[in-house]
């Protein structure tokens, strides 16, 4: 018989797993602090928290939606060249000769138009439980900041594909930047100011009057690096305030004395 | 009905179609938690407030919603594929043109409004509404539990706003619009050439009014109306009858909610003038309409 503690008695293994693995509270709670991607938690928390008809689940399967979305996203990246040129070719080649290609890239729109809805569901339930109450309020506004960027995320990713869907989409959308007041070229006051279609707020976002190759750049720098960066940092602020305003819900612990 | 079965199954549309049915299910799940909280003494949460392990108790939870959020995904992507038309051509044209789905809502407005109100305007003070939620809700009840009697009206605005307007709109713009952003009801097929008069009005030639500077003053008064009576009555109504909760809430508070309720509401007051006056503007000026 293989004597399996010459293994966890190892200098690799020790090295590795920093305790043993016995059904202590000590045990269960050194599995949260030694874990670097786990201590996002607190080693204890109240039951309701645990509790999927309190929760929904919604806050931690956005969370997972988004890294499928950057995983799925950095692989289709291998592939795709933001080009007015080759961008629909490289869709067709993803999806007909590249192995996975179709695949990955249904996960890919699928799991954005899941983290649409999930984060408005996620909304809906802090909403319902009051959970935005003091000591929350900063928070529910960087959960609203949260909710822009991931449309913004889903907005920029919807022109990539480079089809009569993209583009025309994209155009209904940014025509609107036309119509913004003072920065737009046929909003309030636009024309008077000296707007014009070539240098107007929706010039600025699509780098020319029309959706065209300079927008689809635009787009792509917007939709894998800056957009991806913003809401990553504003997902560290929104977790590490949860953290430091105790918990998902409920008053302050100076609070509930009262 | 047959076209409107081709927008419910375009591939695309299936999220709205998931969200009708989660959107049903969640709403009634916390109701049901809020009304039997408010039957009871102790609500659940309180309750359930001591504190556990999160290793096992949090973590195994979280490890088997990831597997079967992976495992829906992954049918769902193996099962449909995303959809992929002909190659971008800026000289071509569909009718109807759409935005993404989440945004239908907003391009559903624009029937209603030009596009700086619905496409600039709303949305910006959606967000803004939006995070100031917590500042302008006082009602230090209902923090951290499900509950209806202890904050009916937070609960009716945010679901009016939500259910009834965002998601019925994006409904609407997404499964009833056709050609010509033209309304179809489900069963109707989507005729290109459907003819639509042109019976809107402004508001003023309702009034009999055909001079521009006379309509756009009357406009003026109408619009301006609106907002000084909906924020000075309701104002002396909390004076003589609620002083003490209108000194809890504050000027600055009292003024932000006021404008957001009259936003809100003016909303709506627009869309039921289009269905059944045909009105067009109530406020024309040379710079903008209204």
């Known amino acids: 018989m293989f004597n399996f503690s010459k293994v966890t008695k190892s200098q690799v293994w020790e090295s590795v797993f920093r305790h043993p693995y016995e059904d202590t509270n000590r045990n269960r709670m050194l599995q949260i602090l030694d874990n670097v991607f786990l201590h996002l938690h607190p080693t204890k928390i109240p039951r309701y928290a645990t509790d999927v008809g ?14 499928v979305l950057t995983v799925t996203g950095v692989l289709l990246m291998f592939y795709y060249r933001p080009t007015a040129e080759f961008a629909y070719d490289d869709m067709n080649y993803l999806q007909h000769d590249v192995p996975f290609g179709l695949f990955m890239r249904n996960m890919h729109r699928w799991a954005a138009h899941l983290m649409v809805i999930t984060v408005w569901l996620h909304m809906f339930r802090v909403f319902m ?17 949260l909710l822009t960027l991931t449309l913004l995320l889903s907005f920029t990713g919807y022109l990539l594909p480079w089809d009569q869907l993209a583009i025309w989409a994209v155009t209904v959308g940014t025509n609107m930047a036309r119509a913004t007041p003072i920065l737009g070229h046929e909003g309030p006051l636009g024309p008077e100011l000296g707007m014009r279609a070539d240098n107007d707020v929706r010039f600025a976002l699509l780098g020319g009057t029309v959706v065209g190759p300079a927008a689809l750049m635009r787009f792509y720098v917007l939709h894998v690096i800056f957009l991806p960066i913003a809401i990553s940092v504003f997902i560290a602020v929104h977790f590490w305030r949860v953290r430091k305003d105790g918990g998902i819900s409920g008053p302050r612990p100076s609070d509930k004395k009262k | 009905m047959e076209h409107f079965l081709e927008q419910v199954k375009k591939p695309d549309n299936i999220p709205i179609v998931g969200l009708i049915f989660l959107i049903i299910f969640y709403t009634v799940w916390a109701f049901k938690q809020a009304f039997a909280n408010d039957k009871s003494e102790v609500t659940r949460e309180m309750a359930n407030s ?20 992976m ?3 992954t049918v769902w992507s193996i099962a449909i594929d995303a959809p992929l038309e002909e ?41 803004i509404g939006l995070m100031a939620i917590p500042y302008i809700d006082f009602n230090e009840k209902g923090n951290g539990y499900y509950t209806y009697k202890e904050r009916k009206l937070a609960i009716w605005t945010f679901c009016f706003g939500f259910l009834v307007l965002w998601i019925t709109l994006i409904i609407s713009g997404t499964f009833l619009r056709g050609p010509g952003w033209n309304w179809f009801a489900p069963w109707n097929e989507w005729d290109t050439h459907k003819v639509v008069a042109l019976t809107n009005v402004d508001l003023s030639e309702l009034f009999r009014i055909r001079d521009y500077t006379t309509a756009s003053i009357f406009g003026g008064i109408v619009t301006l109306g609106y907002f000084g009576i909906g924020t000075v009555l309701p104002l002396k109504w909390f004076g003589k009858k609620q002083p003490e909760l209108l000194k809890t809430m504050g000027m600055v508070r009292y003024f932000t909610i006021s404008s957001l309720y009259l936003m809100m509401f003016g909303v709506v007051i627009k869309i039921i003038l289009r269905v059944t006056l045909n009105i067009k503007y109530i406020w024309v000026t040379p710079w903008f309409n209204i």
């Open chain 1, 54 to 67: 309190f929760t929904w689940g919604m806050g931690g399967i956005t969370f997972l939606l988004f890294l």
């Open chain 2, 87 to 127: 190659p971008a051509n800026p000289s071509k044209t569909p009718n109807p043109s759409k935005a993404p789905w989440y945004f239908l809502g907003l391009q559903e407005l624009l029937v209603y409004f030009d596009p700086w109100i619905a496409g600039v305007v709303l949305p910006s003070i959606i967000i």
């Open chain 2, 71 to 73: 495992l829906l995904l």
């Open chain 1, 129 to 145: 439980t009051g959970s935005y109450k003091p000591p929350r309020e900063f928070n529910w506004g960087i959960g609203v900041i």
């Open chain 2, 50 to 69: 001591e504190k556990v392990q999160t290793w096992p108790n949090l973590v195994k939870v979280e490890f088997v919603a990831a597997i079967v959020v």
